[in-house]
């Protein structure tokens, strides 16, 4: 592994918070790794955004492209509940799913989706390949940038059985956005014990041509997504913020007290509850009210004292509106420098104790209120003060804190968690795959931070959820970029005990999965295993309707339809002396349309390049119908650490994409790729939805 030349820069003022070791007496022991189980839900998730368990146990999970899956625990099927129609051009689309606290599945059957609505965008023209409508200009004039203001919607709709109704919308807030161009804007929406909902936005700013620091470029001719000063550090703007609201019967919504700014003050905006944010992407609230966030800076691997701190990841509790920095301060001690983008001349550090927006994207105050100390705070290199978090890339998630509850701990099959883990935040990294512990103190500060089942595989985890089993529900966004990649997946990790029964690892395939009618499938269990070793029953429903139509290991249907069908087996512990668990697997069987294979012609991996060359591209796709160049999308990706930010998407068999300078980066010490992914959708055929296929490659730079 290369060693990265990064440093951290630690604030080493009287407000910093010390991490002290727990004593041997101060907590008994964790509970051994043995005693819990990973049981994988969906191994088929798509990519993956967000997830939320209904009080039944069943989970509702997003992806990106607009899809909103449900899976029943009871039968193990994975089921599409909706699809929106989205935009989708960098990081847009489909982000959070939440449940109404009230929700009984019969008078409040209210689920929440944030997501980035299609309206008239401008999207890419495939029959220009030279040029990218869809992507807005990085210069002009406010009439060139008109065309791609957007917005973000929150809305709520009703879960019917196993559908979710969108002609139930009810739309309760939209936030600004502009389109065209990367990056920061995803969302979380989450409840406090009040009712109140909490929703966490991006601050919709362009991070590749600042050097790696704040992007407050401020140049009239610019586009405004290069000045994060027009949305995190601006009062009477929405994005770069915790939201905090109370939604009424008709979508509504009025303003909970305790709010940043009282309703009515100019050039505020009332439902802002934390401002001066990046990108906190996972918020969590406690049962007591405590709102956990994690947030991080720009991807700089080195202070400057011409330009500001090193990238930094931080964790904080919130218990009271405030300020947070971005893009002025990572903590009140750590102030980036007045950049004047036009002269590359610095001037001074930002005052973080009464920091000034003097932007003149800025429509709010112009004097803010003082930057808070976050809790947590690290950077790429192992932190003195923290390290505990190790040393990696940077992507902080804040994790729920497990109430403890007796109840669930008792039953035939319990999975709940133990009492060693009440009322502890969880805190996962999304770049170093490990979850963590924090124990707080009692002013609230972190007192140790300890491994949370460091045996455990996790792959990217984008999301994670205590269920009202007790049981925590974790979705893995696995390693790749924008696509359903390897080791993706919904699971559930339950506590058994150490001398606990393990739930079935189930096993499913099919000798032919495509092909037209009548067509005979072979499925086979092979592979299944107990640990315990136990007699299992194998459960099969060959087309998803909630019927068993097998109890044999092995097989044999006939599909007389049309159709792509999820054949799911379940499998569950009959013997034992505990019995009754129960996992499941499925296959994928295409009836009457094959799926399409998409390859690269060119570029090919061997193609040597430098950033900011134009990369032309040729993709290939074989179908079974005819193919159509117009339904072919391309998107680039500036791939970082097995993660990345897209570009842009463009649209046809052929064309060129210019890839990006990405400045902040030290190409030799930074694992950096141009990414190029090709999509493409048939359209379908005869009592078949349309099926999709794709490639990727991703190419090294030269330099």
């Not at 991070?207 to 407050?216: D, H, L, M, R, V």
């Not at 925590?472 to 001398?499: C, M, S, T, W």
């Not at 054949?567 to 019995?579: E, F, M, P, Q, S």
Request: with cysteine; glycine share 10%.
């Amino acid at each position: 592994m290369r060693k990265r030349r990064m440093v951290a820069l630690v604030a080493a003022a009287g407000t910093a918070l010390v991490v002290t070791p727990a004593t041997a007496t101060a907590d008994p022991a964790p509970p051994a790794d043995s005693a819990f189980q990973k049981v994988t839900l969906n191994d088929h998730p798509g990519e993956p955004m967000d997830l939320a368990v209904l009080p039944d146990e069943r989970v509702l999970h997003t992806t990106r492209s607009g899809e909103v899956w449900l899976h029943d625990p009871s039968t193990g099927l994975n089921t599409l509940a909706a699809e929106l129609d989205v935009y989708r051009h960098d990081e847009e689309g489909l982000q959070s799913v939440a449940v109404d606290p009230g929700f009984d599945g019969r008078d409040n059957r209210w689920v929440y989706l944030y997501y980035a609505p299609p309206m008239d965008t401008p999207v890419d023209d495939p029959s220009t390949p030279d040029v990218n409508e869809g992507d807005a200009p990085t210069t002009g004039d406010p009439s060139d940038f008109e065309p791609f203001e957007g917005v973000a919607r929150l809305s709520r709709f009703q879960l019917d059985g196993t559908t979710l109704d969108l002609s139930s919308e009810q739309r309760i807030l939209e936030i600004g956005e502009d389109r065209g161009i990367c990056c920061h804007v995803g969302g979380d929406i989450t409840f406090d014990g009040d009712g109140n909902l909490y929703l966490s936005t991006g601050d919709d700013s362009n991070p590749f041509e600042s050097g790696g620091y704040a992007p407050i470029d401020e140049r009239a001719d610019r586009n405004p997504a290069f000045d994060a000063q027009r949305t995190s550090a601006n009062t009477n703007d929405l994005r770069g913020k915790v939201l905090r609201i109370r939604v009424q019967a008709d979508g509504s919504y009025t303003i909970p007290e305790g709010n940043l700014f009282e309703p009515g003050t100019p050039g505020t905006r009332p439902e802002i509850y934390l401002m001066g944010l990046r990108n906190p992407f996972r918020i969590e609230v406690n049962d007591n009210g405590d709102l956990y966030v994690g947030d991080y800076s720009p991807d700089a691997g080195n202070a400057d004292p011409e330009r500001g701190p090193a990238g930094h990841g931080k964790w904080f509790v919130a218990r009271d509106a405030g300020n947070h920095g971005w893009p002025y301060c990572v903590t009140p001690d750590m102030p980036y420098v007045d950049y004047d983008f036009a002269t590359g001349e610095s001037g001074e550090p930002f005052d973080c104790s009464a920091p000034v927006n003097d932007s003149p994207h800025n429509t709010g105050l112009t004097e803010l209120p003082p930057v808070e100390q976050p809790e947590v705070w690290y950077g790429y290199d192992e932190s003195p003060r923290f390290p505990e978090l190790e040393a990696g890339g940077i992507g902080p998630m804040a994790g729920p804190a497990y109430d403890f509850d007796p109840a669930a701990t008792r039953g035939r099959n319990p999975v709940a968690w133990p009492e060693y883990y009440d009322g502890m935040p969880l805190f996962y990294e999304w770049t170093r795959d490990y979850v963590k512990g924090f124990r707080l103190g009692g002013n609230g500060e972190v007192s140790s931070i300890e491994d949370v089942l460091p045996s455990t595989e996790f792959s990217g985890t984008i999301d994670m959820e205590f269920g009202p089993n007790g049981a925590l529900y974790v979705l893995d966004y696995g390693k790749g970029y924008f696509a359903e990649n390897p080791k993706a997946q919904l699971a559930r990790i339950d506590h058994i005990g150490e001398n606990g029964n393990h739930t079935p690892i189930p096993q499913a395939s099919a000798d032919v999965t495509n092909g037209t009618t009548p067509l005979t499938v072979s499925f086979s269990s092979d592979g299944t295993e107990d640990p315990e070793g136990d007699r299992l029953r194998y459960e099969w429903d060959f087309d998803a309707d909630g019927r068993v139509d097998s109890r044999e290991p092995n097989p044999t249907h006939t599909y007389i339809k049309n159709g792509v069908y999820r054949a799911t087996v379940n499998v569950t512990d009959v013997g034992g002396k505990h019995r009754g668990r129960s996992a499941s697997a499925e296959v994928e069987v295409i009836v009457g349309n094959a799926a399409p294979r998409v390859e690269f012609v060119t570029p090919s991996e061997d193609l040597q390049f430098d950033w900011g060359d134009v990369v032309e591209y040729e993709v290939s796709v074989t179908d079974d119908q005819p193919v159509d160049c117009s339904r072919v999308e391309v998107t680039y990706v500036l791939g970082h650490d097995e993660h990345g930010h897209p570009q842009t998407t463009a649209s046809g068999c052929t064309g060129s994409i210019e890839t990006t300078v990405p400045e902040g980066h030290d190409p030799e010490y930074d694992d950096l790729a141009a990414v190029f992914n090709a999509t493409y959708t048939d359209p379908g055929a005869e009592g078949v939805p349309a099926l999709s296929g794709s490639a990727e490659i991703a190419l090294e730079p030269a330099h």
